[in-house]
């Protein structure tokens, strides 16, 4: 079965600093989906970047970038310039390409902005 | 465009009362997904749905639980009777096609007292 491991529980970063929060996953597949959702004191649950394990090309939105290492099974999200806006619990997920529904989320990683 | 909308909010109720969840999925998606979130066990996926037929509801914790998905626009999760240990955060997600990113609700805070 497929595992999430997200191994910082709490991270912080000062206001427009850059922070990385690690993801690792173990799989056996060769194609699956990678996501960060960001889940803010509201609750609710936000995609905030996805990546396909076939592309060898690091997926960015705006100030969000991954760094994806297929062999070492490692998907880090970099927050460029944080903002305060960006505290919140990050979760990491893995979706089989095989079995679409089969989407697996890692503990989350809290992080907190200081100004 | 209207997101995933779950209802209610928040949700209390006494230990031994039947507690049911409301999702409808953003239109035009045909897959429709009940997470549970708690801090112990992290988010778990109880059942998804795909054009309305449950496929997989193996990760249900007991028979207490069900879910139904009568048409297109409107799923529930029902838990009758509810216990304290129900007590959870429910999302609910849809996606288009099962390769798409999944989109939450805001989910419902439930407490069984």
């Known amino acids: 079965a497929q595992t999430v491991t997200q191994s910082q529980p709490e991270m912080s970063v000062q206001e427009a600093e850059t922070v990385t929060l690690s993801c690792t996953y173990d799989t056996s597949e060769s194609d699956y989906y990678l996501f960060w959702y960001k889940q803010p004191p509201s609750r609710q649950m936000i995609l905030v970047i996805r990546?396909?394990?076939?592309?060898?090309q690091n997926a960015t939105e705006n100030r969000f970038s991954v760094n994806f290492q297929k062999a070492a099974k490692s998907f880090s999200l970099k927050i460029s310039d944080s903002q305060l806006g960006d505290a919140a619990m990050y979760f990491c997920?893995?979706?089989?390409?095989?079995?679409?529904?089969?989407?697996?989320f890692g503990a989350g990683t809290r992080l907190t902005v200081k100004p | 465009d209207a997101g995933v909308i779950q209802s209610p909010r928040h949700e209390v109720t006494e230990m031994g009362q039947e507690v049911t969840l409301r999702c409808k999925p953003i239109s035009g998606h045909d897959y429709l997904f009940w997470y549970r979130q708690t801090m112990m066990r992290g988010l778990e996926l109880l059942i998804y749905f795909n054009n309305n037929v449950p496929i997989d509801d193996s990760g249900m914790p007991e028979d207490r639980f069900s879910a139904k998905m009568p048409n297109a626009s409107f799923s529930t999760l029902k838990i009758q009777p509810s216990e304290p240990r129900d007590s959870a955060v429910y999302f609910c997600?849809?996606?288009?096609?099962?390769?798409?990113?999944?989109?939450f609700g805001d989910g419902t805070r439930l407490s069984i007292l």
């Open positions: 990546q396909e394990a076939y592309k060898q």
């Open positions: 997600a849809s996606s288009y096609r099962g390769n798409q990113p999944q989109h």
């Open positions: 997920a893995y979706r089989s390409a095989y079995n679409n529904n089969d989407m697996r």
